[in-house]
């Protein structure tokens, strides 16, 4: 499993398929992923670029744990979680999650449930530029 | 004791500071932290953590402690 939060702009098809050269080749059946990147719209609103903050050290920890559950839980082979951090613009990737399993089933549960719980849980908060000013954004939109 | 206050997001804009340095003299919850930070504001929409992990309102500090308040979670 890895865990990372991200300062810079990372591609996630670059990313996956670099991650997945350390596994076995044969020996995972599904790979599902989520990617979450940036829109240019919120609320009715031109979003133009959006800060994004976290708590180091209870993040980490709480991607950690919720990662780790995911893999037992559904008998994951591995898992990628990564996550930006600092200001990102329209269409930049924010979240990336993959998950590999022998079966179809784990893999896409999983994933979804990775992403559910981070977004309720994980101390993340983001800070929209707007044309004229700024606002925080108050609440996810429901999965 | 001395326990450590963060704060983030748009609360830390609200109290203008990112953090306090709190000396008690005996273990108190959290909403009094809180209380004693704040100068007694209403606890609206607030989450809190204690040495990083999500606290009870009612749960007491102890010395060392770094204490987190915070708006809703918005990742992802």
Not at chain 1, 42 to 71: C, F, R, S, W
Not at chain 1, 123 to 143: D, H, I, M, S, Y
Not at chain 2, 21 to 47: A, G, H
Request: glycine letters at 6%.
């Amino acid at each position: 499993m890895k865990i990372e939060i991200r300062t810079q702009d990372y591609d996630p098809w670059h990313e996956i398929s670099s991650y997945q050269q350390q596994m076995s080749p044969g020996s995972y059946g599904a790979t599902a992923v989520f990617v979450g990147t940036m829109r240019d719209f919120n609320e009715g609103e031109d979003v133009e670029a959006m800060l994004l903050e976290h708590y180091p050290g209870m993040t980490e920890k709480q991607l950690e744990t919720l990662g780790q559950q995911a893999i037992t839980q559904h008998e994951l082979l591995d898992l990628l979680i990564l996550h930006r951090v600092g200001e990102v613009r329209p269409n930049d990737p924010i979240v990336l999650v993959a998950a590999w399993s022998a079966h179809r089933k784990a893999s896409f549960d999983a994933s979804r449930e990775v992403m559910e719980k981070l977004k309720s849980v994980a101390t993340f908060w983001k800070k929209e530029q707007l044309g004229e000013g700024a606002r925080w954004v108050e609440k996810n939109t429901p999965g | 004791m001395h326990i450590t206050v963060k704060y983030f997001a748009s609360l830390r804009e609200q109290m203008g500071r990112e953090g306090d340095i709190l000396d008690i003299e005996e273990p108190i919850q959290m909403t009094d932290v809180w209380q004693r930070v704040s100068n007694n504001k209403p606890l609206e929409n607030l989450l809190c953590s204690r040495n990083r992990q999500y606290a009870q309102w009612d749960e007491l500090t102890e010395d060392g402690d770094e204490i987190a308040f915070f708006p809703p979670v918005t990742g992802g």
